[in-house]
């Protein structure tokens, strides 16, 4: 009887470390996707579709709502970003999955006054970013690596929806001037840094180890690490520069074939990856919580305002080894 008794207890505490155990599981299995767009102007450079290629590739992390492309001064039209944008879906055989949608050719001050016209310039994407603000219960993240004007356009259609973002913008040498992606088009970053949506500020910051500039890989690595990797498509993919891809490691050597390299050893920055990294891991850089500064266009200065409720974000110091450590095992796998 006393064996019998032993047995039962025994059988009991064993269920109940399979219970606990299996709860942890699937607590696990199924915790919360980051809900994203990525706002991109793919036919840049290299970096956009690396970074769109990173996300794609980590979707056990993020539930991609859609990427929106908007046009800045190199890569060509709307068109033309969005036939980059699409390849690279293509070879992560994302285009039947997730929506792309075109969105502003022009820039902010341009546009602004006219999107209560149902066909305004950049409406496909601008709606779409509002319409998934108001549809996703929890916050929905706009990863936006290009000027920011299909965000400042959403906010200025519809400002309801800055408490449903959190805006992380790759862009600006912040407190420095310049950068590109800010230079094309200033009125849309000031706009956005003058609401009340969270906004994060991923330095780039040339020449300077602090900001995404020192995320750099050599046509070296890419090669070793890279090529051949990827889910493989049925079908070939065409590049930017001629020839037929299968996967995006094959893709991503022929755009590092056909880009100017800087520094030493030559290498290029993949600054726009870095921006789709630290929402997937806050502690791969430095996070500083600052008042909301302001961009004097004329005088290309930036001006403090430390009196300013408003506070924002400023990304700097990004851990490169275990950034492109990640992007390499997540094309590996």
Not at 90 to 118: C, E, R, V, Y
Not at 200 to 208: Q, S
Not at 309 to 317: H, P, Y
Request: aromatic content about 8%.
């Amino acid at each position: 009887m006393k064996a019998l008794l032993k047995l039962i207890l025994l059988s009991g505490c064993m269920l109940l470390i399979y219970s606990c155990t299996n709860r942890t599981e699937s607590s696990n299995e199924f915790e919360a996707k980051i809900p994203v767009i990525f706002d991109t102007d793919a036919n840049n450079e290299l970096d956009d579709q690396h970074a769109l290629a990173y996300l794609l590739l980590n979707q056990d992390t993020f539930d991609v709502r859609g990427i929106t492309v908007n046009a800045t001064k190199n890569g060509g039209d709307i068109d033309e970003q969005y036939a980059e944008a699409e390849r690279v879906l293509k070879l992560l055989k994302s285009d039947h999955k997730i929506p792309l949608l075109k969105g502003a050719n022009g820039s902010f001050n341009d546009i602004m006054d006219h999107t209560a016209n149902a066909d305004f310039d950049g409406a496909e994407g601008v709606n779409f970013i509002i319409e998934n603000a108001k549809q996703t219960p929890e916050t929905l993240t706009v990863i936006a690596v290009g000027k920011l004007t299909n965000v400042a356009l959403a906010l200025k259609k519809d400002p309801s929806i800055a408490n449903k973002l959190r805006v992380v913008w790759l862009g600006s040498n912040y407190p420095e001037p310049g950068e590109y992606n800010q230079d094309n088009d200033i009125p849309s970053m000031n706009y956005v840094l003058s609401t009340d949506v969270p906004f994060e500020m991923v330095t780039v910051r040339y020449g300077k180890p602090s900001g995404t500039d020192a995320v750099r890989v050599t046509p070296e690595e890419v090669k070793n690490r890279a090529a051949g990797k990827g889910p493989r498509t049925s079908e070939p993919v065409t590049g930017r520069h001629g020839g037929e891809f299968y996967t995006f490691g094959d893709y991503s050597l022929n755009l590092f074939e056909h880009i100017t390299l800087h520094g030493n050893p030559p290498s290029r920055a993949l600054f726009d990856m870095a921006a789709v990294a630290i929402v997937k891991n806050p502690n791969w850089a430095e996070a500083v919580t600052i008042p909301s500064p302001v961009l004097q266009e004329q005088e290309n200065k930036w001006v403090e305002q430390p009196g300013n409720q408003r506070q924002i974000v400023v990304w700097q110091n990004f851990d490169k080894e275990k950034i492109i450590a990640d992007y390499f095992a997540s094309l590996e796998k």
